[in-house]
């Protein structure tokens, strides 16, 4: 079995360290040291003191008549039709954020956004969401969102702004002088045509895109071997190999919701298949893809391209054609190669590199796999990058010579994540019209002299085209809250058209996709059945002809095998899995999210290697200075390459709300956005420490294998392969074992098909209104997700294996916890469901004590406003805000200061499909009810259900050979059971 | 105890036993400030002739009823369906004093036709009267119920108890022990009682009849009209709640139904003037369960087929309407220990719990009671 470990201290100290630390103090200790001046005889005064107080207290709140405060009941006025006050609607939306992009679902109650969920009925996203998706309903009710347009730091009217923006339109238009329209990629058909419209009115007018992280190099090695421009579409359910160069495909690159899906699905063992795709990762920096691979290599960034070109010789010689002069590949490149060549036309290579040639190269070896039809359609593209970097370095040189006249800027912050931002903001101070659009105030926008607000994506119409061919809607799940307006109106008006964005679209989806349609006799019928669906995909066959053509194939080939020398220390810089680039870093949810390999959140920090860090002396924590710039916390990383660092971006945010304002360290203008890596970086110790709040530290499994785990080669030979050991005793409790007459609700989650990207962790924050605790208190382990995902390394502390597993309430019919509670606040239903009534607890934690799987929370304080105690909030995310409330359900009990709680598999979701069935007179449907982590779930790892109910999926799971339950040995009788965890590794 | 201590409990004690009576000097002292500020006279002259005339005590014509008579001012515990003086204040607060003239002198309604005949008020007596009515309605003390303030009860007690133990033990002047003994047990069993009731009728509403901003009788409306209950109450079967009708639904009926035998056209007026104002009506919440209890109509009265009179007592009965239990758990777990389900008919019971439905079939019970599926567990209700 596999020694896993949890952190480099307990692999290097053995077991049993226990870090040399005085006793915490607990809170009220805290408070009551004041009490304590006269040692021993105090402590029984201060005993009778407060009982008295306590007894005083009641007398007089009880006796002084304590009224009922009086309550209003405030029905509508007019009610709208579909709203029934107690029940949920559902809107069918989209999520588009930047290079983002989900179909989603609305929950609104009483016509309040307070839930994302996913839409199964898209072509692209089927159902799944990220982390971010999740999060982004809580974007609605950010208290720093721009309430009005400004001129500077005063309120205009929209009429003024409208005044004063086409006057200086007009101005600009006559003197034909240059002026830019700096937007994110914008794969919306409707707003692109707006566009084009609006340079029509206005010639002069420049439309630059402009991402962070551009896809650039795809773009261009597609339109070199193709012919045609474009992100071509990737299939990782269709590959039996994939071979990924530093492309973080789970993570963070392209469209992370699409891959997890593909990628686990493909792997998936049930229903009978036994196959597996066998994944490569080769790269630095162990990301969320790396800790999913089946075989991982860490190289640095620089040694990266001489593997490709050899992968692309080796490929060539298999072929039998022709192969280029370069280094000699060593046996990994070739064993890969004839691996690849086995899986000829089921495999995939992919790169996240911004090297156009490196891309050239990687496209070359897919081609020659003929792997382009099956694995990888160029024909259909990916529509959500389309920025050119070149564009956005012409732009800054324009401002810079005073070209530029003017600047509209839209879903953009070039002044913190752009390189060269800060010239780019002394060059933006000196435009005379500058014009911001976006939602949230961010570092550009506060540099603009006039602002017109837009909408929320949740209070906006829009259409998008995130794929060739898929197309989907978004519609509005509330009026917009403050006096913004939709950037495509806003348009529209500068333009003298009608500002109603919505005609706009319909008539554009008139024109142009009704007629892609046959189904529907009439526009309205059409356009009513596809807000409903909201995603539009034609069957339309498009013939294309993928020939690869490239004439200087050998130039590229020279120049990558050139370029491998060594370069010290060299630097990477990421999109961290929560924040991404940045623009949603004042959202509590994500910034409390710990990051899936390193469980740090609230900050972002140097990935150092072990050897390095050894060499260093360094320790996870210690701050160290990297070229003179900037000073990062370390975070010792196994399996991070030597003699590489790697660190965050989308943190260091000067101008935003109070949440992610001066959360971590900016680190943009280290690196051009265009390059993978820079060489020769010094690091030096200064000997400072910083404390990260790292979530997982506190939950030490203590050695025992709550992983299991199996090769393939095993699992086929023995399906029970790695799930040898089971608990034999039936009944080994002195209690009686707990009948079940009608439901058993059970979970189960599938551990091969987890890859540990966190979006079921903020699902169930969203559901059942799990509050945000702080950096601070996340230090002191007093964070409450109600499911965590524990990650555990094993093996070789330089390349680990890793594993994720979901961690929530396990559901026990032989609870520990559930016989400790001195006033039976924790006890068992008769549908299994470990229950807490949270009225009733009385907070001593010793179920929290007697937890084996420490998944109960504690309120340390209050910390979204329970009661009406002021000096038991805590708030550091404002959630006592009223604005902010809006987003809490309110079919969960929002808990006070001093009670326990966890996860209740979303009772109120089983409660309302109990409900329905009893209404309509029948069983709950298998599938019927699903939990908001099973929802949000992008791989389909969790699935909920009944294990009275026979004929479930979930019972389908559960007898499987590799379905086991945490810590068996203690006969907690868990309804939660994990399935085995299965490597593809190849000896 | 240490002395610190002593002195501190006997500093919070004694702070305790003053609070009362420094509330009520400040009361009085408020009141006597009210009667006394130095308002310009004029103003204080009219509202004092306006009161004078809305009380009736000036030389008017025998057979003029005294305002007062119909419009109550102070807060009374039995319903008047006349409007108030404070709804006529607040009703009439912008107006012209020629509007107030036309609404007074030209009777709407029957009833009010009767009392307000022969009706002669100068301009100058109109508005005498009108900032009368203003000077009520911005008072303070107007509509609060007037209550005997339990704390002086509780602390008379207190220093009876204190007295009799001062007697037994050090004083001695009663010569009987009996008698101190038999005060200190009687005052500070009384005092027990009144912690016990209030403690335990905190966060509790039994026998709440608030005043409701419209004079609405369901009464009138669900017996004498015969309207059911889910003519207004329309989610009742399908949400957890059961719904406060929108005033567009009022309208319903209302915009032909213009005057109402009791109330005359003010109350149904009031439904009008919410559509044209656009402002919703705020009724007051009278059944109220705590947050952390999640109460499904729809699984009650539809699929429990309760009538809405075990929960909410006769309301088709009441003018005002009254909680009538307590809507305490102890209640509810009552109900849920005693209801049958719908055992055969429903298929969501029917095709499940196959030991209980032995049971049945064997004879060895007569009916499943609510707490027999799992009607006593938490998490149906708190979660």
Redesign the interface.
Known sequence: MNKYWKSLTELKNGENSVPDQAMPKGNLEQILDIFDKNENASKSNRRDFLKLCGFSLAISTVVASCENSVQKAIPYLIKPEEVTPGKANYYASSFAKGNDYCSILIKTREGRPIKIEGNDLSGVTHGGTSSRVQASVLDLYDTSRYKHPKKGNQKLAWEELDETVKKELNRLKNANEQFVLLTSSIYSPSTISVIQKFIAEYPNVKWVQYDSQSALALIQANEMCFGKAGVAEYRFDYADMIVSFDADFLGTWLMPVEHIRQYTKKRKLCNGNISMSHHIQIESRLSLTGSNADKRIPVKPSEQKLLIVQLYNEILKLAGKEIYSVPASNDNMKQIAKDLWSYKEKSLVVSGSKDTSVQVIVNAINFELENYGSTLRVDKQLHTFKANDSDMDQLLKDMKSGKLKGIISYGVNPVFDYQQGKEFSDALKKIDFSLAMDEVPNETTALMSLLAPDNHFLESWNDFEPKTNRYSLMQPGIRPLFDTRQFQSSLLSWMGEDSNYLNFIKNHWEKNMYPMQTAYPNFTTFWNHTLQQGVFEPGVKSVFDTKFSLANMNSFVNQLAKQADNKGIELQLYESIAIGDGKMANNPWLQEMPDPVTKICWDNYLCVSPKQAEEMMLETGDVVELNSQVKLPVYVLPGQAYNTVAVATGYGRQVCGVVGKNVGINVNFLLPSNDDFTGDVKLVKTGEIYNLAMTQTHHSMEGRAIVREAGLEEYKKNPSAGNESHHAYENASIYEKPKFPNHHWGLVVDLNSCVGCGACSIACQSENNVPVVGKKEVIRAHEMSWIRIDRYFSGDEFNPDVSFQPVMCQHCDNAPCENVCPVAATNHSSEGLNQMAYNRCIGTRYCGNNCPYKVRRFNWFDYTKADSIPNNLHDVAEMTIDLKRMVLNPDVTIRAKGVIEKCSLCVQRIQEGKLNAKIEGRKVKDGEIKTACQQACPSGAIIFGDLNDKESKLVKETSSKRNYHLLEEIHTLPSVSYLTKIRNKKA | ??KP?RL??AL??FI?LL?PFQILASEADSIAKDDHSGHFDYFLNSEKRGERLFKGLTRTPVEWQSCVSCHNIDYIDTLNWNPSAKAIAGTFANKSIAEFRSALMSPLGKKMEESHQNYSFSDEELGYIKSYLQDLNSGVLYDTKP?V???IV?FFLGALITLALVDLFFTKKIKYKIIPVLIFVFAFGYQIQ??AE??MA??R?QN?A?IQPIKFSHKIHATDNKIDCRYCHT?V?????A???????CLNCHVIVREGTNSGKFEINKIHA??ES????????IH?L???V?F?H??HA??GKRDCQECHGLVEEMHVVKQVEDLSMGWCLDCHDKTAVDFR?????S??????HEKLTSGAIDSVRVTD??GR????C??
């Not at chain 2, 079967?237 to 709640?241: I, L, P, R, V, Y």
């Not at chain 2, 095709?351 to 209980?356: H, I, M, P, R, V």
Request: hydrophobic content about 35%; charged content about 20%; overall charge neutral.
């Open positions: 105890m240490s201590y501190t409990c919070f004690i305790l609070a209550k303030n339990n704390l509780f009144m912690l209030g403690a905190l966060g509403k709440y608030p989610t079967d399908e949400s957890k709640s719904g406060i009708p929108h005033v567009n639904l919410a559509i656009n402002t919703p009506v705020e009724w007051v919440r109220q705590p947050d952390h999640f499904s729809a699984q539809n699929v008919e429903n298929g969501y019971y095709e499940s719990f196959k030991k209980l599926v799992g567990e938490c998490a149906r708190h979660y």
